[in-house]
């Protein structure tokens, strides 16, 4: 057994240590598709939203503009995002992504080892935790 440490009554410790976890479980599956967790939750916001500024997949994503475009520059090179300036938020220097073809086809792969990650999870914790756990942390998001 372990000795109790300060951090043991941390909030913060225990979010990010769980994150830290849960990330590595999926990572460990997208990997297989070539996609970090960011990046298919970059592909599956622009296949919802079909087009999105910068601003708004950061926005949506609770992500800070300078590690979002880490994570689209990659995929933007092997074709999966696509980007048009002026036809986001009414300002020409925006730019606008959408997913490429080849995106929709590399997300709808991505899609069996998200949901073999989402089975791994759920086996781990239970179905009601999972979505008990989803809830809570949801719960959370700052009000805008």
């Not at 913060?12 to 479980?25: D, G, K, N, S, V």
């Not at 933007?76 to 080849?102: I, N, W, Y």
């Not at 791994?120 to 959370?140: N, T």
């Amino acid at each position: 057994m372990r000795e109790k440490t300060r951090l043991d009554l941390c909030n913060c410790f225990a979010a990010r240590q769980a994150a830290r976890h849960i990330t590595r479980l999926y990572e460990r599956h997208l990997a297989n598709a070539d996609l970090t967790s960011a990046q298919f939750s970059i592909l599956v916001v622009l296949d919802e939203k079909r087009r999105a500024s910068m601003s708004e997949l950061a926005d949506a994503l609770v992500m800070d503009r300078t590690t979002l475009l880490r994570a689209v520059k990659p995929l933007q090179r092997d074709g999966f995002v696509t980007g048009k300036r002026g036809q986001a938020e009414g300002d020409p220097r925006q730019v606008s992504l959408s997913l490429s073809a080849a995106g929709r086809d590399r997300l709808k792969e991505a899609m069996t080892r998200w949901l073999a990650a989402q089975r791994e999870f759920e086996a781990q914790v239970g179905p009601a935790r999972a979505a008990r756990m989803r809830s809570d942390l949801f719960s959370l998001e700052q009000p805008a």
